[in-house]
């Protein structure tokens, strides 16, 4: 009996599988850090590796199934979900030719290029798309076109990496508007591809697949996915989504104007928008919502998860290990020590991720400022908290912005999911900064939930993606803001807006270097 729903999960550091059950409890999970790592002697490229990320699904995978004690043939149906922006090419075979993953920034001298052919020229791709030129494929698409041509006449097809998932089980190539949305050449207002915009960037038509809403049916496993993945021949594959759109379904937040914080790699903050409106001033993003007929408006915190992985494969070696000899998570033992640390971190200032302005999008190099040399104020412990309450004030920033936009008010509950929301510490820094209730799902990766409600709608479960949401969600708890705490925090995002804006001039002047800058800023 087809018993339970698989969701594969491709994101910026791991990769995924992960079994629900057919009300979306979690039976199983297998999950492996990756790396997306430059080509080399190409400045700001992030490849993406077609042949080591689907050797690693596979044995997550089989590793989930067999963690639920199951088999393929249990599997009602599968979807898929990833990082965003990244993009795979395919020759008239199907096969892969090229392929990056989402920050790739190699495209700087065709970013360029394409803002030269006038003032307007980026802000009507945005009027449509949604999108900058910062992370869209054209600018990728041109950087191939003129670094290897050979390659480039051999594109026939275009796709992103959730839907690169469905090709390897399918044998089809498509494309879901969600994602597709963050290339920068779908219409927010049809979901379809803008043959305006396509026109408008020199490129064929004929390379961008059919598009297949969320929860709609992509294609059956084939015999060679199946031998390769212990998945049953002819298990339903059903089409998923991007990361962040889907988390919102799998949170619940499927209402206009409901907020969320999604708290993985990058911190996403996204509020559910009607169509038709995009930010004149181009600081936000507007993609497609997993529901039809909604968009999103949406903010980036940058590398937040990588910034936390950073200071524990750094520094924390110590906690690494015992949470090796002990079974628990190091991050858990990390937040025991900033618990022990006061609100304010003793002053520390981290700095990494800006706030979000998306038509000049770059960030400062990554620094710790005002450390003292006394061991008890900058300890492991200290600095853990700056950074756990340095995102918290990003987030906020943000999240003010996006409201603002959405013309929303910014006091009602806060939905935090992802990693972010698996301790106990961080969701109070984030209610406590925000002064807002804080609201943590049961299961904290609601990414590979609004996945599993993607595939269950697909196969006549649900009626639609919001009502497969709601049925879905379980809350674990709420967090409510320590009021005494808020005045504090203020006067450290003041603090850190201005620290920034020095830091940031080290940038321009080429003292230090870009954390991370998108092509053309």
């Not at 999950?31 to 190409?42: A, S």
């Not at 191939?144 to 959730?162: C, D, K, T, Y």
């Not at 961008?208 to 809403?213: A, G, H, K, L, N």
Request: glycine share 12%.
């Amino acid at each position: 009996m087809k018993t339970h729903l698989l969701v594969l999960d491709a994101g910026t550091g791991s990769g995924r599988a992960v079994v629900f059950d057919r009300e979306g409890r979690q039976c199983g999970v297998a999950q492996e850090e990756w790396r997306h790592l430059p080509e080399e002697g190409v400045p700001g490229s992030m490849a993406f590796d077609v042949r080591g990320g689907w050797a690693l699904l596979t044995r997550c995978i089989k590793g989930a199934l067999a963690q639920a004690g199951l088999t393929g043939s249990d599997i009602a149906a599968i979807s898929a979900t990833s990082m965003r922006e990244a993009i795979v090419l395919y020759d008239g075979a199907g096969r892969e030719i090229w392929a990056c993953a989402n920050v790739d920034s190699r495209a700087t001298e065709e970013v360029k290029a394409l803002r030269a052919q006038g003032a307007d020229f980026e802000r009507a791709f945005y009027a449509v798309s949604g999108e900058t030129f910062a992370l869209g494929a054209l600018p990728r698409l041109n950087w191939v076109r003129r670094h290897a041509p050979e390659i480039f006449e051999r594109v026939r097809a275009l796709s992103m990496v959730n839907d690169w998932i469905g090709a390897k089980l399918t044998g089809e190539i498509t494309v879901e508007p969600t994602n597709g949305s963050t290339n920068g050449l779908l219409d927010l207002t049809t979901r379809n591809w803008s043959e305006a915009l396509i026109a408008k960037a020199g490129l064929d038509r004929a390379i961008f697949p059919r598009i297949v809403e969320p929860g709609a049916l992509v294609g059956h496993v084939t015999a060679a996915a199946a031998a390769e993945t212990g998945l049953a021949e002819g298990t339903p594959m059903i089409a998923g989504g991007g990361d962040v759109q889907l988390g919102a379904i799998g949170l619940g937040v499927v209402e206009l104007g409901s907020a969320a914080v999604l708290g993985g790699t990058f911190w996403q903050q996204v509020v559910n928008i009607p169509q038709g409106k995009v930010d004149e001033t181009m600081r936000l993003r507007v993609n497609s919502a997993a529901v039809a007929g909604m968009n999103q408006a949406e903010a980036l915190s940058f590398f937040v998860g990588l910034t936390a992985r950073w200071f524990r494969d750094a520094f924390c070696q110590e906690e690494v290990k015992r949470a090796t000899e002990t079974g628990r998570d190091a991050y858990a033992l990390m937040e025991e020590l900033a618990m022990q640390v006061p609100p304010g971190a003793h002053g520390i200032i981290p700095i990494y991720s800006d706030a979000m302005d998306f038509g000049n999008w770059y960030h400062a190099a990554p620094s710790l400022l005002n450390l003292s040399i006394d061991p008890e104020k900058s300890g492991k412990g200290a600095i853990f908290r700056a950074i756990q309450e340095n995102a918290a004030i990003v987030a906020a920033v943000n999240l003010a912005r996006v409201e603002a936009f959405a013309g929303v008010g910014g006091s009602g509950p806060l939905t935090l999911a992802g990693g972010a929301a698996k301790g106990l510490l961080w969701p109070q820094i984030l209610a406590d900064v925000t002064g807002r209730e804080i609201r943590i799902p049961q299961v904290r990766e609601a990414t590979a939930l609004g996945g599993a409600a993607a595939a269950a709608t697909g196969v006549g479960q649900f009626s639609s993606l919001a009502e497969a949401g709601r049925a879905f969600v379980r809350w674990d708890r709420s967090v409510l803001p320590n009021t005494a705490n808020r005045a504090l925090y203020d006067e450290a995002r003041a603090r850190w807006q201005t620290a920034y804006a020095a830091q940031k001039a080290l940038v321009d002047h080429g003292i230090t270097e870009a954390m991370w800058r998108a092509p053309g800023s």
